[in-house]
């Protein structure tokens, strides 16, 4: 699965000679389109994530995660390392992004919150695809704390779902448990969707050649959880993961992901605990040699053109890794 070209010269290979001064990329992908979606445009659909794959293959050398852990605390990378990886468990990530993937020789880590799959829809879903089948006009969710908005366009449609996203994220998951199904109801939308992958699916990611890792049950917000919540999602997740898989899974990430905020040094131990080799958080930025391998850092050049793509990786590899 991992793809290499030793002999073509790349700016990244200069940038991250491998060894002691090697530099890990790891990039963050939750979905990838069958096509282009106005009420998501920051997801790449297949035919922006196969030239986003072909690029990565012409220029890195992409690794499986807990390998690419390995080597760099062993400081063994190789030059360009890099690692891609995939947030949540949605379907798309199977039936989209695993062709280009194996097309490309390249190999991924998928993130599942076990709770969603076969059927389920995370919260966050919920809001979108509510304001997606709004009639046009106002949108009023006032009686649940998330004000009132008008909807007249795509992009008003997805302003209106960023504030309510932004105003439900860190709410105690149970509060947001409930204005969430209010919005379901009050929109129409069906308890089981088809938006998360089943477990077969996951299987069948891990017999292809591709990394299944640890991302809690139900993606909470670890942080804000008690010491016992925070165990139960972080152990809970792995052991149904490890029921599908018949073996643990080895490395973790952080739900949202950003250090301090979202998670703390507590969950940081109680990963660890949990017996994960690994685990990846959302600061954007490269590792290097003293980094924490249970805070690896991962990032995600937005840009839809190639050139500022290329741009943002080589910028972030200068960035300064963070320490353990």
């Not at 839809?304 to 963070?322: G, Q």
């Amino acid at each position: 699965m991992l793809h290499n070209n030793p002999h073509a010269f790349s700016l990244f290979r200069w940038l991250a000679p491998g060894g002691a001064n090697a530099r890990l990329s790891t990039f963050i992908f939750h979905r990838v389109l069958p096509e282009p979606d106005d009420l998501l445009p920051w997801e790449p659909d297949a035919a922006r994530f196969e030239r986003i794959m072909a690029f990565i293959a012409r220029n890195f050398h992409v690794l499986p995660l807990a390998d690419a852990a390995a080597k760099l605390t062993a400081g063994q990378l190789p030059p360009a390392a890099a690692c891609i990886t995939f947030d949540d468990g949605y379907r798309d990530n199977y039936t989209v992004a695993a062709p280009i993937l194996r097309r490309h020789g390249l190999t991924a880590t998928f993130f599942i919150a076990t709770g969603f799959i076969d059927g389920g829809r995370m919260w966050n879903d919920t809001v979108i695809e509510a304001v997606r089948c709004a009639a046009p006009g106002e949108l009023d969710w006032r009686e649940l704390g998330l004000g009132l908005c008008s909807i007249d366009d795509a992009g008003s449609r997805v302003r209106a779902y960023g504030d309510a996203l932004t105003r439900l994220k860190h709410l105690d998951p149970s509060d947001r448990a409930e204005r969430t199904a209010e919005i379901a109801r009050r929109a129409g939308l069906e308890n089981r969707s088809d938006l998360m992958m089943s477990r077969e699916q996951v299987v069948d990611l891990r017999e292809q050649g591709m990394t299944i890792g640890g991302h809690t049950v139900t993606h909470p917000i670890l942080r804000c959880l008690s010491p016992e919540q925070a165990r139960a999602e972080i152990e809970g997740g792995r052991d149904e993961l490890a029921a599908w898989l018949g073996e643990a899974p080895t490395v973790f990430a952080y739900p949202n992901g950003r250090p301090g905020h979202d998670y703390s040094d507590r969950d940081v131990a109680l990963v660890r605990q949990a017996g994960f080799s690994a685990a990846v958080s959302t600061a954007a930025a490269t590792a290097g040699a003293l980094s924490d391998v249970l805070q690896l850092p991962r990032f995600t050049p937005w840009d839809r053109s190639m050139p500022r793509f290329a741009v943002r990786c080589a910028t972030t590899l200068l960035r300064a890794a963070p320490m353990s």
